[in-house]
């Protein structure tokens, strides 16, 4: 049986498809979205609209915009020869985030998977070794998750790349910043005590 | 410093405001949604603003609808001369859901609360009287939540009821079905036991 009207009881539906949202927490999202109607549902909905009708992939790079290249595509000051290479747009945000990294992106959109039949040509891969000559790139930094399929795609893509006679590198690994050795992996040990520096 | 364009920054801004919601698990949604343009963004930006446009609060009750009345008000059946007093529509939704209350509600919005200056106006409690007569109540059930906040409203409406001769109930307090006896509270075990049953 149903508690509300159609329509709110569609909206709970639907947000409770969202990651971080199950039924009762969408439910109680809706009841506070009717509640602030003029402060948040509206505005909500207008811009859900806007992006619903804007949004698009970079053909160029994956990553996400409004516009058919991304806004770092586009930009002439990100053409340092550099290109830093990531599983997803989150990912892309998290280094921007981080203001450290001035080149372009490549966003391959997830990881390479044998089960899941992902193959090089749906994580962008050639495109990428075309952007290597088109875009004159001389680095390209493999940034992806330290994870078993994130390190076997990483692998695949530097086989590509090798005869192109670039710089390869990936991020390094060691200790978080804030870290305790104490709540570390020993994984992340070894590799940090492997690749240790001279003080 | 900003990662995606403005509309995307925009509506991860708004997405955030909600319950449960975080600006990092904000992100990750719109990220989601925009992966899933034609299954769910474009649905829920729809749905959104036909709540926007059409939700609104019945004059009666309170209960959250999409008319002047809600659904439940408007239907004859639920005319048995019962009122159930919730806090909020999430409890009025709760109650819909156990479907063992065929009677109307009155939604309160809140509890009393003197240091917000919430008062029995703005918790609708003087349109509650009025009900009374007009819609020929006999018995009025307080399914107020067991806080202090809670129980201290329902003592106040059941003051303000009882001039007018019906019946006012609330609750029984006691053992949840299928709670056990040791991740019980005092105060449950104590309410339990002072109105233990005959079997």
Same mark, same amino acid.
């Given at each position: 049986?149903?508690?509300?009207?159609?329509?709110?009881?569609?909206?709970? !539906?639907?947000? $409770?498809? +969202?990651?971080?949202?199950?039924?009762? *927490?969408?439910? %109680?999202?809706?009841? /506070?979205?009717?509640?602030?109607?003029?402060?948040?549902?509206?505005?909500?909905?207008?811009?859900?609209?806007?992006?619903?009708?804007?949004?698009?992939?970079?053909?160029?790079?994956?990553?996400?915009?409004?516009?058919?290249?991304?806004?770092?595509?586009?930009?002439?000051?990100?053409?340092?020869?550099?290109?830093?290479?990531? !599983?997803?747009? $989150?990912? +892309?945000?998290?280094?921007?985030?981080? *203001?450290?990294? %001035?080149?372009?992106? /490549?966003?391959?959109?997830?990881?390479?998977?044998?089960?899941?039949?992902?193959?090089?040509?749906?994580?962008?891969?050639?495109?990428?070794?075309?952007?290597?000559?088109?875009?004159?790139?001389?680095?390209?930094?493999?940034?992806?998750?330290?994870?078993?399929?994130?390190?076997?795609?990483?692998?695949?893509?530097?086989?590509?790349?090798?005869?192109?006679?670039?710089?390869?590198?990936?991020?390094?690994?060691?200790?978080?910043?804030?870290?305790?050795?104490?709540?570390?992996?020993?994984?992340?040990?070894?590799?940090?005590?492997?690749?240790?520096?001279?003080?």
């Amino acid at each position: 049986m149903t508690q509300a009207p159609r329509d709110i009881e569609d909206l709970i !539906e639907l947000m $409770a498809r +969202l990651p971080g949202l199950g039924p009762r *927490s969408a439910r %109680r999202a809706v009841l /506070h979205l009717i509640k602030k109607r003029g402060q948040l549902l509206m505005p909500l909905a207008d811009t859900m609209q806007n992006v619903a009708v804007t949004a698009r992939e970079c053909v160029n790079c994956g990553n996400v915009g409004t516009s058919e290249i991304c806004e770092i595509c586009a930009s002439a000051k990100r053409a340092n020869g550099e290109i830093c290479v990531v !599983e997803d747009v $989150a990912d +892309l945000w998290a280094m921007e985030r981080a *203001s450290v990294f %001035r080149g372009r992106y /490549h966003v391959l959109g997830g990881t390479l998977s044998a089960l899941d039949s992902i193959g090089p040509e749906e994580l962008r891969i050639p495109r990428l070794v075309e952007r290597i000559s088109e875009e004159n790139i001389s680095e390209v930094i493999l940034a992806l998750n330290a994870t078993i399929d994130g390190q076997t795609t990483a692998h695949y893509i530097a086989e590509q790349l090798e005869p192109l006679g670039i710089a390869v590198t990936s991020l390094a690994q060691g200790v978080p910043v804030g870290g305790e050795l104490d709540y570390l992996d020993d994984g992340t040990i070894t590799a940090a005590l492997r690749a240790r520096k001279a003080l």
